[in-house]
């Protein structure tokens, strides 16, 4: 079992920066990829960023290739999205997921695992 809590949303300017935390409970954090997801009002939820157990490997959306970064710390239990250039369609509640499967999280497959969201609300 994972529980996992996001936290850093909040209200930012179009072309500022945030950066999300997303900490997970349990001593198997390493055992699983990581993935942030976003969900705007009257849409679907949608991948956002992907990285491998190790850290080794990340994938993106093309939505926010080059401007939004995902990382993580193993020694922390956490996994973090640092999100710059920021633009109003960023908009979004934005979850954090767990999975066995890196390429699972970012292939359609539902997660093992998700967070209770955190808002990101950009301003133009």
């Known amino acids: 079992q994972v529980q996992l809590v996001e936290s850093g949303g909040g209200l930012v300017q179009a072309g500022g920066s945030l950066r999300l935390s997303c900490a997970a409970s349990g001593r198997t954090f390493s055992s699983y990829a990581m993935g942030w997801f976003r969900q705007a009002p009257g849409k679907e939820r949608e991948f956002v960023a992907a990285i491998r157990r190790s850290g080794g490997s990340t994938y993106y959306a093309d939505s926010v290739k080059g401007r939004f970064i995902i990382s993580r710390d193993n020694a922390k239990n956490t996994v973090y999205l640092e999100m710059n250039s920021l633009k109003p369609e960023d908009t979004a509640v934005y979850y954090c997921?767990?999975?066995?499967?890196?390429?699972?999280?970012?292939?359609?497959?539902?997660?093992?695992?998700w967070g209770q969201g955190t808002q990101v609300t950009v301003s133009s």
């Open positions: 997921a767990a999975d066995l499967s890196f390429v699972s999280l970012y292939s359609g497959k539902p997660s093992d695992y």
